[in-house]
């Protein structure tokens, strides 16, 4: 098992969907969460990290599940420019080597 | 301010080469990171430098891969004998600190291929 999975899709939605993703994660240790955002032939980019008692952001909202060991992003009111590919990243404890997840690719059509 | 900067944006090489990659990090960024991306897929992680020291070098794939970080500010990522295999975009990132919960900041990357 991959240390942090996710879907790679493409999910394909209209412009104003609620979309949501999800991310696992093996090490049960792991301290710190992340969503990155990343353009086509870009750098990804920090979208929001990911808090114990989870956090929004404007349309978005980032969860924690320790006990099933995911994180999960939900974007509302979805844009054009939303359409990215989502990268999840883990820490584990005591770590400072971020684990990337393989991206999940949304796309968002008028 | 300056972002993090990496040359070249693209590199072209013949298999068996030597390639040098440079990342210049933001100013003060005491951890730096190298990545390497494939098609389809996350930035898989090389090597991690605090300071001028390479703390982790644990994700380099093998011994034709070597980094510096003489003066704790900019880096280089050294392939000798490239092969095809090495073709990816090599991403550097910097941090402000060490710890895995600091925000890390992601250069444009350089795209290498390997011919």
């Known amino acids: 098992r991959k240390e942090v999975e996710q879907d790679p899709g493409p999910f394909n939605v209209p412009e104003g969907a609620t979309v949501a993703f999800n991310c696992t994660y093996s090490n049960s240790a792991s301290q710190s969460f992340f969503w990155y955002r990343q353009d086509c032939r870009k750098e990804p980019k920090l979208l929001m990290s990911v808090y114990s008692s989870g956090n929004e952001d404007g349309r978005f909202t980032a969860q924690l599940n320790r006990a099933s060991q995911y994180i999960s992003l939900l974007i509302r009111d979805s844009k054009l420019s939303d359409s990215a590919t989502y990268l999840c990243v883990v820490n584990g404890q005591g770590s400072y080597i971020p684990t990337f997840g393989r991206g999940t690719s949304l796309i968002v059509h008028p | 301010g300056a972002g993090v900067s990496q040359t070249p944006s693209n590199k072209v090489t013949e298999k068996g080469k030597y390639v040098e990659l440079r990342c210049d990090p933001i100013s003060g960024h005491t951890a730096l990171y190298w990545y390497r991306q494939s098609l389809g897929q996350g930035p898989e992680f090389l090597i991690y430098?605090?300071?001028?020291?390479?703390?982790?070098d644990s994700g380099l794939p093998n011994d034709r891969f070597f980094a510096v970080r003489p003066e704790g500010s900019v880096s280089t990522l050294k392939i000798q004998r490239t092969e095809r295999g090495d073709s990816a975009v090599y991403l550097c990132?910097?941090?402000?600190?060490?710890?895995?919960?600091?925000?890390?900041?992601f250069g444009p990357g350089t795209r290498l291929t390997v011919l």
């Open positions: 990132a910097s941090s402000l600190q060490a710890g895995g919960s600091d925000t890390q900041y």
């Open positions: 430098f605090q300071g001028t020291g390479a703390a982790d």
